[in-house]
């Protein structure tokens, strides 16, 4: 059935949760709605168990050109809140998550890129992150997210000038992980949550824990290994020479 709204729809796949920006009129630049319905489709996902991995891309040639400015020009609407909400629930979710980029991945595409995990481009990828161009204040959290992959002096080229760079330029930086060719895109994160979802998501989870810097939780972890028995799966697996099959699901 042919789509006549912008927004965003999802399946979920042998472990997969695959989310897609979906308004190819407008280079799936994202709605007001569109900002607002990202979080609760991401806790709905979050607490499914059998979503192991979030992939999320945009229709057709694009992955998102940023925020729909026709749609937010609303007085009661504040842009900047809509799309901070949606980049913190998406950094937030418990699971390994992968930007699978097309085409354009600007302003507000660019935020909920940095806000996965990972970042997959295709060849021809262009990115920007352009606050500048429209006057806005870019928010201190994602800020500090895009200094995180790319340091503070790409950070502030990005920031000041808003001008686009390449996929070359954006892997030196650290902007994404892995640059495909031409239509390798699909079968390269295909093969990639194949192997996330055959890893141990114990391990994910604590270490995607870890990586924001939370420190506390060494205690809870290590109980969870205890109570799991993945480690003890994965050492016998090892040893048989078979593929281990893990069972951890989220702990209380």
């Known amino acids: ?81 809509l799309a901070v909400a949606a980049e913190e629930a998406l950094a937030a979710f418990p699971r390994p998550t992968l930007a699978a980029i097309r085409g354009y991945c600007v302003g507000g595409g660019s935020q909920l890129a940095a806000a996965c995990d990972l970042r997959f481009a295709e060849e021809g990828a262009s990115f ?5 161009k429209l006057g806005v204040v870019y928010a201190a959290s994602s800020t500090r997210r895009l200094v995180a992959l790319t340091g503070p002096a790409t950070a502030k080229h990005l920031l000041f000038s808003g001008e686009l760079i390449d996929t070359a330029r954006a892997l030196r930086a650290g902007l994404v992980d892995e640059v495909l060719p031409a239509g390798g895109l699909d079968e390269r994160v295909d093969a990639y949550v194949r192997t996330l979802v055959a890893r141990s998501g114990l391990t994910q989870a604590a270490a995607k824990e870890f990586a924001t810097g939370r420190d506390d939780r060494d205690a809870y972890w290590a109980q969870q290994a205890r109570r799991s028995g993945d480690t003890a799966e994965g050492a016998a697996a090892f040893l048989e020479r078979r593929a281990p099959r893990f069972t951890w699901t989220t702990g209380p």
């Open 1 to 81: 059935m042919e789509r006549t709204e912008p927004g965003l729809e999802h399946t979920v796949a042998d472990g997969v949760a695959t989310v897609v920006i979906d308004n190819p009129a407008k280079r799936n630049a994202m709605t007001a709605a569109m900002w607002g319905a990202l979080p609760v489709l991401l806790e709905r996902l979050a607490a499914d168990p059998a979503v192991r991995v979030l992939v999320l891309t945009g229709a057709g040639d694009t992955f998102c050109a940023g925020a729909d400015i026709a749609s937010l020009r609303d007085p009661g609407t504040d842009p900047q809140a």
């Open 128 to 132: 920007g992150v352009t606050p500048a």
